[in-house]
């Protein structure tokens, strides 16, 4: 059974990860240990804080090290950020998957066939492909000469909402939130409060993603997202554009024309 290590454990991540379950590979995450995940219901990420997490029917288990990784067909998450588990590791493809707009030190020495997502990454120099993340024609593209669309620093258009849907955060601290993914909430709702400072929606819709509670957050920080389109199943299902992305990756990890 091939095995692909993925780092980063998000809802973007998490569409590769389920595409790669789905195909038979075996899984380790990589995470830091308070992630820093909004979508929390649909990221793997969400096993550091649970211990176990299921996504889609894919479980997800927290563990201490790489002797432990599962062989029952669970999906193991290790608190790994440096990737130092590939010193005796040998995967078969490495995804980074951080989404951190900037290559986090993968390169493409690390396994046979290493794919970078979104802004950051240059095939064939960093990687062996590079994988568009942003929405439109090309989502999902598998690049083998060049780079991603640069970051726009705009998120997504979603039900025609943009940068108001995206929750911050108006204080540093923690959050101490009042509300759950999945609640429906109106325009000027405190959320739940950082310090003595509300945590206010912008506009109505379904809580989508909510920053864990013990996780320091800073002001100005992106700690939670309100869909305007107000479907809850939405909140607790992978993504189109994570499984498209997912799709991408899987197209990469067989391609022929990769060295």
């Not at 599962?70 to 493809?93: F, I, M, S, T, Y």
Request: hydrophobic share 45%.
């Amino acid at each position: 059974m091939p095995l692909a290590v993925v780092r980063g454990g998000g809802d973007l991540a998490t569409g590769v990860i389920y595409r790669l379950w789905r195909t038979g590979f075996r899984l380790l995450v990589l995470e830091t240990a308070l992630p820093m995940v909004i979508r929390r219901p649909v990221s793997a990420a969400q096993a550091m804080f649970d211990g176990s997490h299921v996504v889609d029917g894919m479980e997800v288990r927290r563990i201490a090290s790489v002797r432990e990784l599962p062989d029952d067909g669970a999906v193991g998450v290790l608190a790994d950020p440096r990737a130092d588990c590939l010193e005796v590791l040998r995967p078969d493809l490495l995804v980074d998957a951080i989404m951190a707009k900037r290559n986090c030190g993968t390169g493409r020495g690390m396994a046979p066939r290493v794919v970078g997502l979104g802004p950051g990454f240059r095939a064939p120099r960093d990687v062996h492909a590079v994988v568009e993340t942003l929405r439109g024609h090309d989502l999902g593209r598998v690049i083998l000469k060049g780079e991603a669309a640069p970051d726009t620093g705009v998120p997504g258009e979603i039900g025609g909402a943009t940068t108001d849907r995206l929750v911050r955060s108006p204080g540093d601290g923690f959050l101490e939130p009042r509300s759950e993914i999945g609640d429906l909430v109106e325009a000027g709702q405190a959320l739940g409060f950082v310090g003595d400072k509300p945590v206010v929606a912008r506009i109505g819709g379904v809580l989508r993603g909510l920053i864990h509670p013990t996780v320091p957050v800073k002001e100005g920080m992106k700690i939670g997202d309100v869909d305007p389109r107000a479907v809850r199943y939405h909140c607790f299902s992978i993504s189109d554009k994570a499984l498209s992305v997912g799709g991408g990756v899987l197209e990469a990890a067989f391609a022929v024309e990769l060295d």
